[in-house]
Structure formats: structure tokens, C-alpha cells
């Protein structure tokens, strides 16, 4: 007997493109039930499908009674399989499915940094990055292979791995004993001053350069090696040769820092930064409960707004709300905050719900004057409202004609950026993946295959 609902799932998936990509099942209700990520996005979300697929063995009987229940398929197309891992991560930390078991939790994949604000900067692997004055490479797929690389390119560079705290001026340096690595050339040793200011920071920049760049020289130059190596049946250090080209190779798996954003992994005392905000806003009480909203758009299709909710300056992710813009045509940023204004807070305003200690919308003057005569017309006295405009970071507050521009490293603005920026971010992602899908479906209503690597658009 025919399944519609299995017969229209397979109309779709005949039409994925076969490239590297994340997938989004999604129930009769729109919500989604499961995020996953493919080299080849047709032949991956076929296999859930197949009328011979033993789901029940090879994924579980959690994904068994997922399938049943899904009845459409969303998708994002990406560069690469890197890209594909990156962005399902992410989605699954933004969106939290239920039958994603894995990536839900805050662990974020590790940067290489350069503390490059220090007189002997130092080269590092880490999860938690400096807020300023570093360089950060990333995000990595594999700690373990960003470590392997690391300790390759230091017998190149030089460069220290140590947390010493090592200043220029400091003339107890002639004194200090290096640690082993410096006995096995793989540091220069500025703990012990045997080498320069000058001298290290342009180890330094080689070590930059090299990161910007394809790193086909050097392997070439390691490639010699392993094969002189062999063939004078130095087998061993042939083999030693090899792992450190694997390692330097590894360096290709990584995201875009701009990209690939991971919030959680810079870090900022929220319980300071609410402090000095309560100072800021002239609030009785640290505010716990904060919303900020964004809108998204490109030339003024597929309008979207993101709502994010942090708690005590953490991000709220199952608060987390995206609004597909419905009464408002064009490209009007004003009239799409009044609308996710009325629709989030009608609730509130009607007793039902709890409002935020302090709601941010990411603008100006504008923005927030948009956003207090949504309230107005709900005829309530909204709680604090205040906006963040990109270009200078200023403050607008509430009943405050002037802006309030605050210090680049004050805490306050550091949360009030975290989640103006966390909003924009989650906005975007929806923003793309409408996008994605009206072009989709376009596509399959004139019969034409998606553009993707299993055809080309005429």
C-alpha cells in the first residue's frame, strides 16, 4: 500500500544535490526532529528511506521512530565536509533536537592562538580563547591533530608552548635554566634570553605567514626527507618524517574564524558584566532574564527575526524563538521589530507570561523608538528596553536622548555583544536555510535540478 507521506519524502530526496551539506528532519508541526551532516546530501537522507534499510540495527530504534514521524526535509548545501561538520554542531547546539544525542552539550571545538600582545608570544591549543590581544587559526576539527601539528612546526619556528610569563626587561632571564625543549632544538628559549625581542617576533611572523598560507613548500621539503629516510633504510625516522606531514596536513580540517562563530568559547565573568550593566541602566536588581532580537533579510526577501534569551548571562538556548516576518513587504528593519515585538510579548502583556529584566535589540535610535512604539500600540509599560548599534557600539537606553559609549573591554558591553551578537548569528542561520528552501523548491516546481555536485542548473 503507498505511504503520501513516504512518496512525497522521496520526490524531495530525488532532488538533493549530491554534495557535502546538513540535513534538517522536521515533523508535521515544522519542529525539528533531528540535524545531520553528509558528503553527499541525496544518497545520505536516502538511506533513512530505503525500503531495505535496517534502521532498527545500524541507528537505533531512537531513529526508527524519528522517521516515522518526519514529513519534510530542509537542507543546507556546504563548501565541504569540514564546513558540513562545522555547521551541524551548530545547529544542533542553536536548535537542541531531540533525537540528537551527541553535540548538545557546550564543549566547542579547539583554535590555535598566538598571544601576540606579549613581548615573547607564546603558541597555544585551546578551547577558551583570549578575549584580545591574540591570533586565533580555527576552529579545528581534532585536538589532538592540532597538538600533533603544533609540536611538528615548533622544531620548524621555534616557538614556545609554555605559560612562563616572559618579559623583555627582565634581567633575571640570564639566570633561568630551559626546559628540555630548547636541549632538543624545538624552542629558542626567551625564558632564558638566548634570543631577542627582535629576533623571536620574527619567528613569530614566519610561524604566521605559514599558517596563511598552502604550506606546499615546507611539505615538499618533508616529503624529501622521509623518502631519503627510506631509502637508506632509516625506517624509523621515515616514519617519524611521515607523522609530522599528517600532522601539518591536518591543518586543512579547520572552519572560518568569521564563519564558524562559537560564542560559548569566549569567555566573560557574567556575573561582573551584569553588575556594571545594572549599574548602567540604573536597575535596582542584577538583571537574570535578558532577550535580544535581531533581523535578518537579504534585499529585503526572506525576511527573519531571531530572539535569543540569556539567563544570569549564560545563553538560554531552549528560550530561543524564530519569527518568519508576515505582515511587513520589502525591506523595512523598523516594522519587522514591531512585529516580532507584538507577537513575542502579546502574551506578557496579557498577564500569561514573565517579561525580561531587560530586553536589547541590536540597532540605534531607530531600532529602539521601532521597538517602544510596539509597546506603546499594545497600550503596557514594557520593562527596560535598550539598543546596540553595530559601528560604535553605543547604548541606547530608554527615556535617554543620548547614547552611552562605553569601553571596548567593559564588561557590561561584553555581555551586551555576546548576545547581540549570539541573536544575529541565530537570525542569519535561519535567514540562509529559507532561503535555501524557497530556491529549492523553485527548482523542483519548474522540474529542474538543484545545482549541486549531481548536475548543473539550466
Known amino acids: 500500500m503507498d505511504d503520501p507521506r513516504l512518496d512525497a519524502i522521496r520526490q524531495r530526496i530525488a532532488a538533493l544535490p549530491k554534495a557535502p551539506g546538513v540535513y534538517l528532519m522536521k515533523d508535521a508541526e515544522g519542529r525539528v526532529l533531528y540535524v545531520g551532516k553528509a558528503k553527499d546530501l541525496r544518497s545520505r537522507v536516502s538511506s533513512y528511506f530505503q525500503p531495505s534499510a535496517d534502521l532498527l540495527n545500524t541507528r537505533g530504534p531512537d531513529i526508527c521512530r524519528m522517521v516515522t514521524k518526519v514529513v519534510d526535509i530542509e537542507f543546507i548545501e556546504c563548501d565541504s565536509e569540514v564546513d558540513a ?17 551527541m553535540s548538545k552539550d557546550d564543549k566547542t571545538f579547539p583554535y590555535i592562538e598566538i598571544t601576540t600582545r606579549d613581548d615573547f608570544p607564546g603558541v597555544f591549543v585551546t578551547r ?31 616557538f614556545r608552548t609554555c605559560e612562563l610569563d616572559i618579559r623583555d626587561g627582565d634581567a633575571s632571564r640570564r639566570f633561568f635554566r630551559p626546559c628540555l625543549l ?67 596536513q591536518s591543518l586543512d580540517l579547520h572552519g572560518d574564524l568569521n564563519e564558524n562563530v562559537q560564542p560559548e568559547a569566549f569567555y566573560v565573568d557574567p556575573r561582573r558584566g551584569l553588575e556594571k550593566l545594572a549599574d548602567l541602566l540604573g536597575l535596582e536588581d542584577v538583571p537574570r532574564c ?8 537579504l534585499q ?71 521597538g517602544l512604539e510596539a509597546f506603546s500600540e499594545m497600550n503596557i509599560r514594557p520593562p527596560m528596553v535598550i539598543s546596540l548599534a553595530k559601528r560604535e557600539e553605543e ?29 544575529h548569528r541565530f537570525a542569519q542561520h535561519y535567514h ?18 538543484p545545482p549541486g555536485r549531481g548536475g548543473r542548473q539550466s
Open 395 to 423: 547604548v541606547y537606553i530608554q527615556a535617554k536622548s543620548a547614547p552611552v559609549r562605553l569601553s571596548r573591554n567593559n564588561e557590561a558591553l561584553k555581555v551586551l555583544q555576546s548576545m547581540r551578537d549570539e541573536a
Open 85 to 101: 561538520l562545522l555547521k551541524e554542531a551548530r545547529l544542533i547546539k542553536d536548535i537542541q533536537p531531540p533525537h540528537n544525542a
Open 300 to 370: 529585503g526577501e526572506e525576511t527573519v527575526g531571531s530572539l535569543v534569551c540569556f539567563i544570569d548571562g549564560k545563553p538560554f538556548k531552549n528560550a530561543y524563538r524564530r519569527f518568519k516576518i508576515q505582515t511587513v513587504e520589502g525591506n523595512d528593519d523598523y516594522a519587522s521589530i514591531r512585529e516580532v515585538i507584538t507577537r513575542r510579548y502579546r502574551y506578557a502583556a496579557e498577564g500569561e507570561e514573565l517579561y525580561p529584566d531587560v530586553i536589547l535589540i541590536d540597532g540605534g535610535l531607530g531600532q529602539l523608538h521601532a
Open 128 to 158: 577558551q580563547p583570549r578575549l584580545k590581544g591574540s591570533k586565533l587559526y580555527g576552529p579545528f576539527l581534532s585536538a589532538w591533530s592540532a597538538r600533533n601539528a603544533i609540536n611538528a612546526l615548533q622544531k620548524v619556528f621555534l
Open 290 to 297: 535578558m532577550e535580544c532580537m535581531d533581523i535578518a533579510h
Open 182 to 248: 630548547h636541549a632538543i632544538k624545538q624552542c629558542s628559549a626567551p625564558c632564558a634570553d638566548l634570543i631577542g625581542k627582535e629576533d623571536y617576533r620574527k619567528d613569530v611572523d614566519r610561524f604566521k605567514k605559514f599558517m596563511a598560507s598552502k604550506r606546499s613548500a615546507l611539505l615538499r621539503q618533508l616529503t624529501r626527507e622521509m623518502d631519503a629516510a627510506a631509502k637508506g633504510l632509516r625506517f624509523e625516522e621515515a616514519a617519524q618524517v611521515r607523522d609530522r606531514i599528517k600532522a601539518i
Open 432 to 449: 540562509h536555510i529559507l532561503r535555501k528552501k524557497k530556491t529549492f523548491d523553485a527548482d523542483v516546481a519548474e522540474g529542474r535540478r
